[in-house]
């Protein structure tokens, strides 16, 4: 990697791992092109809470120009990466092909679907700002016209929500759910009765929270079921209809579906012509390079490796950004001659959040639940927020709405209409006067 | 209206005029109905602060079920008012008809292209959220697009914006825009300087602010300049296509154009068949009834009166509010057998801010600008919005990007691309290469 000018260092989105990786490298003289198909960064730790209704966007992402700032030889572009050639060593954009000598590929991972993408109107998975204002839209929209139906004069609509996919987003969903169903709207409607809503989070494993202890995901489905939350543990849903879930025969009628389950590495992973696990992840060398190209490093959510012993490390935020600071130091050592390190993962613990000061962690050998452990994540996550002013907002917001049980973006923008609606309507309806009959 | 069941009354649209009448009623012996198209009221005045980043959507906009809780009397309905039936008593949705013995219709303005509805999709205007967000995605877009095309090589495309309308909303949102790109952007580009960007406002008369007294006129043109803004009064916009807007034979290009000119009031005036003027406003008797109709209102921007100097009463907040609670009151006397009062507008003053520290304000005789006008703008809105929580977080925000020049909400949601930009990047192309030949 010898040259008499500045190395050009391509680094390919800008979640927890590019990011990262973007700002240690502005250390060394090197020039940096960070590139994502965004202009913000997204803190998706808390992309629930804007779903919920609980957080405005502006509140949990930055753009990524202001957190790179004052970086002179950091340079930020808005494009989507389509494509690479290795041999000319080139990023490919589709009007623009971008120089490198070191590529960082951190582009992530998205929800899948098992092969089911036509799921995916049906029910909306939580990946990105858009996702989480889809989703927010639907629950609050779900509301509404139950309300409108009542004053109509046909009574009230039983009201389903059906999260699928028992890991932390969809124990965060669910439990969140359920607190603005009995306490937020409790009061607010005149015709229906928010309280009445079911809340189902159904998981395809034996437990909930699968990576986590099992005393932990003990606690975690009674702290949900103290909520009001129905949890259906080894349950495999089969189908997703407009307005409703197939489990093998049984079929859940729902008024909104949220998607918590899949995830699939970003299609760029298969683009670097390496092998790739099942979920299209990267398998990378110990130093997060691509076997044969040492110019290359696959980080975060994309890079599949096991730490020593033996276990796949975990698609979470620490792991990107320790993975995107250590790339930053080899590049360092490359630069001075030096050998590079592998990479070592430190493992400060793992933190869910269930509901207002419910949540499970674990610190070590220390497990623990509730008050405690939703403080921990509160403090935690607002510490690593970025921007200091979203910190102080996000604090004061969390405080009003932990007194006060009230959310304050609780907006329906875009589309008024929810798919599946007149379905459930036509077979309430139908019910209803099978109901009457009898 | 004697009746021995409780008087229902239905208020269509939730702005300030609807809302106010909504929650005076709620004291009186009658059941509300109060329906909008949203689920939020919209704190229009501070709209253009979420069309340039300043603010998110949650942060001026309250969802109208909260307004109004706890208030039994007062049922709140989302869905879109179509017709109305004047014999039958009875306000018609697409799917539920509501009876009433008293109507308010306060369905507000929206912006009019003077016929030309084509130009709506060139030129976006300022009413809702959705509107705001579409508007805040156009202008970041226009310079991370400037950026990758000269990172490209191809060099700094200039960057124009042009505002139509010279009213406080084009003079609001031409001033933020000048801000942002000398001041919030400037630094954080590498290939561009936000700084060359060009800011037009362009308005048909023969000054701005048309409605406030001349020196103040004089006054936010004056600061304009100084912000950099190029003003042309006296300037009529004849045609409006993706990149560019024409003023009889000469072409202004603009990456981006804002549409602050025309309004015109809701198609809804026009189906309760009284008399309209020519935007569309109801001609209403003195007590804002409908002539022949004195169970039915017409309130706020779709209202149409003069004051006792034979001048129309503007359409701005303060007279909407003042005329739901008129309307109340006089539903209340009817109650009561008492004979009501007329509408009489208390005029407090008119503000419109310019910038940071810019503004322009009358009270009565007194005319102020600068920094003072601002701060007076600056707490009568914080004052005036809707909750405690947002009015906290406003001020909060406001106090940093005073102070640090930031603007927080800087997201691009949505679409990643802007109507007319590749028009602009091949007559550029082809305008250098001219020089290049010249």
Known sequence: MESKTTPQVVVVGAGFGGLQAARRLARYPVRVTLIDRKNHHTFQPLLYQVATAGLSPGEIAAPIRWIVRGRRNVEVL????????????????????????????????SHAYFGHDEWEAFAPGLKTI?????????????????????????????????????????VELAGTLAEIARRVLADEFVSIDPKATRITLLEGGPRLLPTYPEDLSRSAEEQL????????????????????????????????????AGVAASPLGKKLGAPTDRAGRVLVAPDLSLPGHPEIFVIGDLA?????????????APVALQEGAATARNIGRDLRGEARQPFHYFDKGS????????????????HISGFIAWLSWLFIHIFFLIGF???????????????????????????????????????????SEERRRA
Chains 1, 2 share one sequence.
Not at 147 to 170: C, H
Not at 304 to 316: A, I, N, R, T
Not at 392 to 413: H, N
Request: hydrophobic share 45%.
């Open 389 to 431: 002013r979203n910190r102080i907002i996000v604090l004061l917001q969390w405080a009003w709405s932990y007194f006060t049980y009230e959310r304050g973006a609780r907006l329906i923008t875009g589309d008024v209409r929810l798919p599946g609606w007149e379905e459930l309507q036509r077979a309430e309806t139908a019910s």
């Open 78 to 109: 808005l494009g989507e990466v389509q494509d690479f050639d290795l041999q000319r060593r080139v990023v490919k954009l589709p009007d623009l092909e971008i120089p490198y000598d070191y590529l960082i590929v951190a582009a992530g991972a």
């Open 351 to 366: 933190l869910a959040t269930i509901g207002r000061a419910a949540a499970v962690a674990q610190f070590g050998k220390l």
């Open 130 to 170: 858009e996702d989480a204002l889809e989703i927010r839209r639907r629950v609050l929209l779900a509301f509404e016209l139950a309300e409108r139906q009542a004053a109509s004069g046909e009574g009230q609509m039983p009201l389903n929500f059906v999260v699928v996919g028992g890991g932390p987003t969809g």
């Open 304 to 316: 599949s490796l096991q730490d020593e012993h033996g276990k796949m490390l975990p698609g979470v």
């Open 225 to 260: 079921r103290r909520l009001g939350v129905e949890v259906h543990t080894s349950t495999m849903v089969t189908g997703v209809e407009p307005a409703a879930v197939w489990m093998g025969q049984t079929r859940m009628p729902a008024a909104v579906t949220l998607w918590a």
